[in-house]
């Protein structure tokens, strides 16, 4: 693991949250973006070397949405970038994590990423993430 890339933080209204947020953090949203494959509008924030993820469900039915109705808004995931996304599932599965997914996806912000299971990591939702070069 290189660093902590960001914390994903699951919101009812975005639009709202970025406002709070940029309050909160004395910073503007730096970026926006849809990601149709989770069905989730996504705005980070720069604090640092890291970042807040704001998500808010597009659809009812997506995992934001089901959190949110079951938990409230709130933390959703830590997200860490790793040098090699492949080789870290890998070893990863090695040690007995189970993977969300068998290979990464794309995700928010130019990332390929992948998330483990909470029940295999400390009641966690993990989330791998590797920049897209």
Same mark, same amino acid.
């Given at each position: ?32 973006? =849809?990601? $149709?494959? %989770? ?13 807040? @993820? !704001? #998500? ?22 830590? =997200?860490? $970038?790793? %040098? ?13 994590? @189970? !993977? #969300? ?22 009641g966690v939702l ?8």
């Amino acid at each position: 693991m290189v660093r902590i890339e960001h914390i994903g933080i699951a919101v009812e209204n975005l639009k709202d949250s970025i406002e709070l947020y940029e309050q909160l953090l004395n910073t503007p949203c730096y970026k926006t973006e =849809a990601v $149709e494959s %989770e069905f989730v509008e996504t705005a980070f924030f720069k604090v640092g070397d890291s970042k807040i @993820e !704001l #998500l808010e469900a597009s659809d009812p039915n997506s995992a934001i949405a089901k959190f949110i109705a079951k938990k409230g808004q709130g933390i959703h995931h830590i =997200a860490y $970038e790793v %040098e090699n996304i492949h080789a870290e599932m890998k070893r990863l599965e090695a040690l007995g994590f @189970e !993977l #969300l997914n068998k290979e990464p996806k794309r995700g928010a912000d130019n990332k390929l990423v992948c998330f483990l299971h909470p029940k295999t990591s400390g009641g966690v939702l993990v989330e791998l993430c590797q920049e897209i070069v």
